[in-house]
């Protein structure tokens, strides 16, 4: 159990991490780095969805033989359906950005970036807990290593995460350790919502293989919603790009050789 509680830490850790860069840095990070972060990030998640989430959900399902990608597809389908509908209803605002989405509420603009960030944490801290639960089930699709794996690259993406949301804020002149702490704040619903899951997964085995295809589309959602789109307006846009190819590659290699 030990080991869980530090898995779903990790993710915790790395928004932390990009959130301590108030203290070091004195500006905003330049679009430049931004677009390469966003599309370093989206790559890391599509490539954690695919090897981590998806395939050990249709090997879970092999006793199914043809129909083994029921679970993952309908599972994906609805993790999509789920972020459709946060998305729709969190009242949050985007860095750079002036018009806010889902509910109309009159809350502060640091608010609506902490809920902004939160809202792409969500699937994440999922996809880490329904990874462990499976682990801990003792299902032989999903190791130790390969859990820790995830684990890993969800913080490396989360560290710019918790970058853009404490630049701005200081900016903005709040104080360093506020922005720092409100940086943080965003990333405190991954090891809540993966422990959530855990217990979930570890009442209802059977449903291991649509939760985790479930996260898996919801983090696709985030990636294809939000973090491409914001990579690829404006100038800079092959930057992005590239970063995307970067940050698949490297989430392959881990989950591939170390999984």
Known sequence: MTN?????????????LGAACVFFIKDQLSQFTQKMLLGFASGVMVAASVWSLIIPSMDMSYQLGKLAFVPAAAGFILGIGFLLIMDRTIPHLHVGSDKSEGLRFALPKTTMLILAVT???????????VVFAGMLSGNTDITSAGAFVLAVGIAIQNFPEG??????????????LRAFL????????EPIGGALTVLMA?????ALPYLLSFAAGAMIYVVVEELIPEASQGEHSNIGTIGFAAGFVLMMILDVALG
Request: aromatic content about 6%; overall charge neutral.
């Open 182 to 189: 409100y940086g943080s704040l965003s990333g405190i619903v």
């Open 4 to 16: 869980v509680i530090l898995g779903l830490a990790i993710p915790f850790l790395g928004t932390s």
């Open 163 to 176: 970058a853009i949301v404490s630049l701005p804020m200081k900016s903005e002149g709040v104080s360093k």
């Open 202 to 206: 570890g009442f209802v085995t059977p």
């Open 119 to 129: 809202l792409h944490n969500i699937p994440e801290g999922m996809a880490v807990g």
